[in-house]
């Protein structure tokens, strides 16, 4: 897209013009320079990209692109990435701009949208451009508040979509946080948009001090008490006492080391550690100690990082136990209002299911949680509490430092090492800036604080590194999807369409990296070749020998995984076939050995089957899917009593000796387990390569061993360094690589023409569906999976194409909840293995695998079942749940699109309309 010539790039900010004065003249207050610069760039004609400290103001920029489009009659969309911050501004412009000119879209949400000033999700936006919507006619502005979202790696693609898509008339305004690349972005910004400015702000519109609390003291971070005024390094040096008291701890913890490690010695150390001890430092705040001292130094309202949704729920029940109260009598009456009106149309029960009584009681205490976990209503009503500052402490997950306008006087860090789904590692400088930037609210505070407390082995010179630095770079998760691309060339054609996304901001940033990713692949060339020296055998071409011995080796691994997966479902489908008196294998574990069935475990839950037996040892156990890393072996059959009584010594009695007397009569000799066999096919090249390495002059050496080290170091930085190359090709047009990539899947799937120039019928259909297993459900919907189930089955079985297990969330049944279910997801598993062969074939990246551990709670919410016995038996929280559902019934609107006129269509409806009950038509309401 060509840069417009009249409007040059990076310039000084122009004079302001009348529209400016006009607009400014509004505040109570003088506009910043920055705010002053952005605004005058828009005047001009310029788009503009303006990075900015969280709280500083930036959004009065997006809201004078709102002001200039009603002073000059065009339209302007205002786009958040979620929908509570559309919720937000679609409330802050409205009252600022009137109702009558303001609108809201969110997908589930409708208002006054041809209004000329709409605010919505950027995928709402997103899928308007794709569709060629009418409403884009006479748009001028687009803001795009909250653009670093774009570093999203589930979500981020639709801002370059949007940024791409545009039409080059419209102006686009992007607010950003602080990011330590704007310069680069914004390089892209006008290569792609054309006459695009920079406006950067590093100084916070409320200074920043940084602290240490330890034991009931709070310390400054820096010797010289300066605050951070600005987001660059703020230099100075640490707190000689806090580096007293690390050593000071040290040497107590070294000293106790020494000291002989009885029971209650080990108690004494704990204590002392947690700040609870006799003896040695008290450093580490209790929770309520550390509320306390806040507001005893008046830092309240404040905002309690804990990156844990358990831990922030244990705070606050920690907190209501210790009796901490924050809040007066008119306040506590104004909360009670809040959480009632928060609540309006959901059920006693349910309120009883979401333990509605703890919140409200902590709540009107002036104490909250705020996390994903919650029900969005819960949040929703915490966010009103906050900002009307009815609420003085929100214990929250890292979730909150982006996007909700929630700023406190204190920002508290509990920990400075975080799970970050994988490992636990350290909060970095850039993640530190970002939390910390909710301190100090503007026009309120005359200073924010950061507060960070004392843990085990903690070292300032590491928290004032993090305060220090600012590194939070922009980087782009920018990759080309099925419904992108049919949408891509439906609107543009193919060709057009690969030449706008090699336009994109991945493909910016991947011709930077191109030349160190070279360099290091040459270090290792040069590395491989020494190790190939070092492994050479005089008897023969001993790197002919490792590579016979690595692909053996990477055969039967693949075999291994293989096989171990297919066991697992084999396992799960013998534990359902077993009946009383079955003689079973136990083939590991503690109870290995032989068993008799007495109760097969089935029950209403077939997804967790759990026998109950007796082992050879007459005990009584309960067994589990853990238990059979293999399929049980049926070896023979009993008869167990009708009325048998595990409790009762006769009865254990009478069934072990029967059951010994049967044992003896069997080949107990025959194994408990049924052998994995190996693929045929796989087998018999791994026999022919065994035979290859026997028959190699080296398997004979005698220093075979040695060589082989060599050589293995050799074969690790040969599969490293093919990866460095990939990634060098990859990042070669690497965007535009794989949407030929991802044509070919379609044009071989018929979803574009042969040629890929066209977008077919079924190509259409794939258009309306925006699910992460795109082509999957498409392919589906085009193999009649769905047409044979009634709405609350098609929202189970369609539940395992938008659900993805996290760690302490629902469990993963093995089963789906019915048999027509069953045999859809069975079809739709074939499927997704049919569309990941082709996917190998095109080299490209594959997609997750359907999940079904969801589907049972959406059956079951879908045929009425009350919300506790749900969360009960699925232990996801609320918020989850909620989330959750809502992404069903989003997959369900979908299918509904695409699927035409057919009874699948009419089900997908239905399936909304029983869904859209209860907490989750709540959540809808609140949006509304």
Excluded at 223 to 247: C, F, M, Q, Y
Excluded at 687 to 711: I, K, M, N
Excluded at 849 to 874: K, Q
Aim: hydrophobic share 40%; aromatic share 6%; with cysteine.
């Amino acid at each position: 897209m060509a840069r417009r010539p009249d409007v040059p790039t990076n310039r000084p900010a122009p004079e302001p013009g009348p529209a400016f004065a006009e607009f400014a003249a509004a505040f109570p207050f003088a506009l910043d320079d920055y705010q002053r610069d952005g605004c005058a760039h828009i005047e001009a004609g310029s788009g503009v990209l303006v990075a900015a400290p969280t709280g500083a103001g930036k959004t009065v920029v997006g809201e004078f692109a709102v002001f200039l489009a009603l002073r000059e009659g065009r339209k302007c969309f205002y786009t958040t990435p979620i929908k509570a911050l559309s919720n937000q501004k679609y409330h802050d412009l409205a009252e600022r701009f009137g109702t009558h000119r303001v609108g809201l879209l969110t997908g589930d949400t409708s208002i006054n949208s041809d209004a000329p000033v709409v605010v919505m999700t950027t995928e709402v936006l997103r899928n308007m451009i794709y569709a060629g919507s009418s409403t884009l006619r006479g748009l001028g502005y687009v803001v795009m508040d909250e653009v670093h979202y774009l570093a999203d790696r589930f979500r981020g693609a639709v801002w370059e979509e949007v940024i791409i898509g545009l039409a080059p008339s419209v102006q686009l305004v992007s607010l950003s946080a602080t990011v330590s690349n704007a310069e680069e972005f914004g390089d892209w910004l006008d290569e792609v948009r054309g006459g695009v400015e920079v406006v950067l702000s590093e100084r916070r519109p409320v200074p920043l001090f940084q602290h240490v609390m330890a034991g009931r003291r709070i310390y400054d971070l820096f010797e010289d008490e300066a605050p951070t005024a600005s987001e660059l390094p703020v230099g100075g040096e640490v707190n000689p006492e806090l580096i007293r008291l690390a050593k000071e701890e040290s040497r107590f913890v070294r000293d106790d080391s020494r000291r002989p490690r009885g029971r209650g010695m080990r108690d004494r150390i704990e204590r002392n550690a947690a700040g609870r001890g006799d003896r040695g430092p008290n450093l580490i705040p209790r929770r309520d100690g550390a509320i306390e001292k806040l507001d005893a130094e008046g830092l309240l309202p404040a905002i309690y990082f804990i990156f844990s949704r358990a831990g922030c729920d244990q705070a606050v029940g920690q907190l209501l136990r210790s009796g901490v109260r924050l809040t007066t009598a008119a306040e506590r009456t104004e909360l009670d209002a809040l959480a009632s009106s928060a609540t309006t149309g959901l059920s006693r029960d349910d309120l009883e299911a979401l333990d509605y009584a703890t919140f409200a009681e902590a709540l009107r205490r002036g104490i909250a949680a705020h996390h994903a976990g919650m029900l969005p209503a819960f949040k929703e009503c915490v966010e009103a509490a906050f900002v009307r500052g009815l609420v003085e402490v929100v214990f929250a997950t890292e979730t909150l430092a982006l996007g909700i306008n929630m700023p406190a006087r204190s920002v508290v860090l509990e920990k400075l090492v975080k799970y970050n789904g994988e490992a636990h590692v350290d909060v970095t400088p850039g993640e530190y800036t970002q939390l910390t930037g909710r301190a100090g609210r503007r026009g309120i505070d005359v200073e924010g604080h950061a507060v960070v407390l004392w843990q085990r082995n903690f070292d300032p010179r590491f928290v004032a590194g993090l305060a220090s630095r600012r590194t939070y770079p922009l980087r782009s998760s920018f990759s080309p999807t099925y419904n992108m691309a049919v949408n891509m060339v439906g609107r543009v054609g193919r060709e057009k369409a690969r030449g706008l996304l090699e336009q994109s901001f991945a493909q910016f940033q991947s011709d930077k990296s191109v030349v160190g990713l070279a360099r290091a692949a040459a270090r290792n060339t040069e590395k491989i070749a020494q190790l190939w020296a070092d492994a050479a055998c005089d008897r023969g071409d001993f790197v002919e020998y490792a590579r016979l011995r690595a692909e053996i080796s990477r055969l039967e691994a693949e075999a291994a995984k293989s096989r171990k997966a297919d066991r697992r479902a084999e396992s799960s489908s013998g534990l359902l076939e077993l009946t009383p008196g079955d003689i079973i294998g136990v083939p590991s574990g503690r109870h290995e050995g032989w068993a008799v069935v007495i109760d097969p475990g089935v029950g209403r839950d077939r997804a967790n089957p759990s026998p109950l037996v007796m082992t050879e040892q007459r005990q009584i156990k309960k067994l589990s899917l853990a238990d059979f890393p293999s399929p049980p072996v049926v070896a023979g059959r009993m008869r167990v009593p009708k009325h048998f009584d595990g409790a009762s010594p006769k009865d254990r009695r009478n069934l072990a000796a029967a059951f010994h007397t049967k044992l003896r009569g069997l080949d107990t000799r025959q194994s408990r387990y049924q052998p994995a066999a190996m693929d045929a096919e796989i087998a018999d090249e791994v026999a022919r390569l065994r035979d290859a390495l026997r028959a190699h002059p080296c398997h004979g050496c005698p220093d075979r061993e040695a060589h082989a080290r060599a050589a293995e170091k050799a074969l690790r930085l040969e599969k490293d360094t093919e990866g460095l190359r990939a990634q060098t090709e990859r990042r070669t047009n690497t965007i535009a690589t794989r949407f030929d990539k991802v044509c070919a899947v379609l044009s071989a799937l018929g979803y574009l023409s042969e040629d890929g120039a066209k977008v077919t019928e079924a190509g259409r259909m794939l258009a309306r569906i925006y699910s992460e297993l795109d082509l999957v459900t498409a392919e589906a919907i085009r193999a009649g999976v769905f047409d044979e189930l009634d709405a609350a089955e098609l929202a189970a079985v369609l539940s395992s194409l938008t659900y993805e297990s996290r760690g302490g969330g629902a469990s993963r049944p093995s089963r789906m909840p019915t048999r027509s279910t069953e045999i859809a997801q069975t079809m739709v598993r074939r499927i997704w293995r049919e569309v990941r062969l082709l996917e190998r074939d095109h080299k490209l990246d594959q997609g997750r695998d359907p999940d079904i551990g969801f589907a049972e709670a959406t059956y079951r919410w879908a045929n009425g079942v009350a919300l506790s016995e749900i969360l009960d038996e699925t232990e996801l929280t609320a918020g989850d749940f909620v989330r959750w559902m809502r992404m069903v019934i989003d997959l369900l609107g979908q299918v509904a699109d695409a699927a035409g006129d057919t009874v699948v269509r009419d089900n997908a409806r239905e399936a909304v309309d029983r869904l859209r009950r209860g907490v989750v038509d709540a959540a809808y309401l609140e949006d509304d």
